[in-house]
């Protein structure tokens, strides 16, 4: 918090903020924390020097390419997730190795310190565990249910087992309710549905503990489903095995986050639940609902209305005919672990014409993962347009920054891509330094 306070400082006066709300379910776990404070927690992105993804090596280019490499993967495992435009319970959780930005967390008693992806769109809280002689997470730092006295395993008679998606989930020989999710590639994860008390440092508030966690125990996997760094996630969406679901009374049905700036890899974000969730500023905020009559479960859901380009509306000409994987051709998806923005092709090609008007660089070969790009002569974004996104009663407004991404030297590329997935995704640079 103190970290974040002299940035908020310099941007709160500038900047409008978007207030998303959603109702989670009920809490079936206890908590041991001061309720009527709150608490944040920090978010670190991979490409931090302080987090265990960190790659000296990497390239401006080699930054850029593989951020929209995970962008294109996360839009095709989200359209896997749906058939004719409804949710499916077979689908298999986010890979750790797939996320934009980490956080802290410790398992059991003892608590044990793990990095592990934030991810709003996954539900399913899961980490290596041992025994588990495949995992790539090295065994040092795993998860070792026996040294745990409060760890224990779920049966198959359990609610939360009943919540695991019906693809996968099975009971073993001890009747523990185990599950073993595939993912496209043939990589797989096997484990069983347990809990264990999870423990958060606040620094601010304190160390939070809270009872009973229900998380998935990986003890076996293949393609590497995590990485050796990082050992599990920590699923944030809208389904009842996410941890905002799981203590939701805790937190009053509230969490918010502030992501850092793709170019400020230094600082840290901000992941709130609670009160300190809370924000308000006349004239600053604005409140979207959640896109109506959609069952789309672990996913937050917007309706996007038209995107204009330089304060010019582009009357976006959705085709309410056209099946989408989400249902509704307006339907768009918030998600803090996707970086690019994926837009249809009906929507995406107005925005792409809009910027070439407006953007009077020379155009360049695009970089791979991006569909327009500018030879430049700095990055100050001098010249390049804001791109504001029309949601349902509220306008978000993209600074160039927040539109438009270095990728190369002299290079700045449309953070904006086109989707053949039938999944549009509104992703986490457009996102950057708004309280969410």
């Given at each position: ?11 709160i006066?500038l900047?409008?903020l978007?207030q ?41 280019t080699d ?9 294109i ?33 410790a ?8 990095w592990?992806?934030?991810d ?10 041992l ?9 040092m ?8 006295s ?17 693809e ?20 797989y ?11 958060f440092?606040?620094g ?5 503990k ?11 996997e ?32 509230k ?6 700036s793709y170019?400020?890899?230094n600082?840290t ?24 009559g ?18 010019k ?10 099946p989408?994987a ?20 009906e ?5 792409e ?24 002569k ?6 390049f ?10 306008d ?14 002299g ?13 549009a ?12």
């Open positions: 918090v103190s970290a974040m306070a002299p940035f908020f400082a310099t941007f006066t900047l409008s978007l998303i709300f959603t109702t989670t379910n009920s809490a079936r776990v206890g908590i041991v924390a001061p309720k009527r404070h709150g608490f944040s927690l920090d978010l670190v992105h991979r490409d931090s020097p302080a987090s265990p993804l960190y790659d000296p090596t990497f390239t401006l930054r850029a390419v593989e951020a929209a490499r995970r962008s993967w996360r839009s095709r495992h989200f359209a896997s997730r749906f058939s004719g435009g409804v949710s499916t319970k077979i689908y298999s959780p986010m890979k750790s190795g797939s996320g934009e930005f980490l956080m802290k967390l398992l059991g008693t003892p608590a044990r310190l793990h592990a992806i934030a709003t769109g996954s539900d399913l809280i899961w980490t290596q565990c025994p588990c002689e495949s995992c790539t997470g090295r065994k730092s795993m998860f070792d249910p026996h040294k745990s409060t760890y224990k395993t779920q049966s198959c008679s359990t609610s939360f087992c009943d919540d695991l998606p019906t996968g989930k099975y009971c073993n020989n001890d009747r523990l309710c185990g599950f073993h999710y595939v993912y496209g590639d043939k990589s994860a096997d484990g069983v549905l347990s809990k264990d008390t999870l423990t440092d606040t601010v508030h304190g160390t939070i809270f009872p009973s966690t229900t998380f998935g125990c990986v003890h076996d293949a393609g590497n489903v995590a990485t050796a760094e990082v050992s599990g996630l920590v699923g944030l969406g809208g389904g009842p095995l996410s941890l905002i679901s799981q203590i939701s009374s805790a937190i009053d049905n969490f918010a986050y502030c992501l850092i170019y400020d890899t600082s974000g901000q992941l709130k639940f609670g009160a300190g969730a809370e924000f308000s500023g006349t004239g600053t905020v604005q409140q979207t609902e959640m896109a109506q959609s069952d789309q479960g672990t996913f937050y859901v917007l309706t996007l209305d038209d995107v204009s380009v330089g304060g509306k582009l009357n976006v000409k959705f085709d309410a005919a056209r989408t989400l249902g509704d051709a307006k339907s768009i998806i918030i998600d803090s672990g996707t970086t690019l923005t994926l837009l249809s092709n929507a995406y090609n107005p925005v014409s809009a910027v070439a008007s407006a953007v009077e660089f020379e155009k360049v070969e695009p970089v791979e993962g991006f569909s327009l790009c500018y030879h430049v700095s990055f100050d974004l001098q010249g347009p804001s791109v504001t996104f029309h949601f349902a009663g509220a978000w407004e993209l600074p160039p920054e927040n539109a438009f991404l270095p990728v190369a030297e290079v700045v590329c449309l953070a904006i891509v086109p989707s053949n997935m039938g999944i995704i509104f992703g986490n640079v457009a996102q950057q330094n708004f309280h969410v």
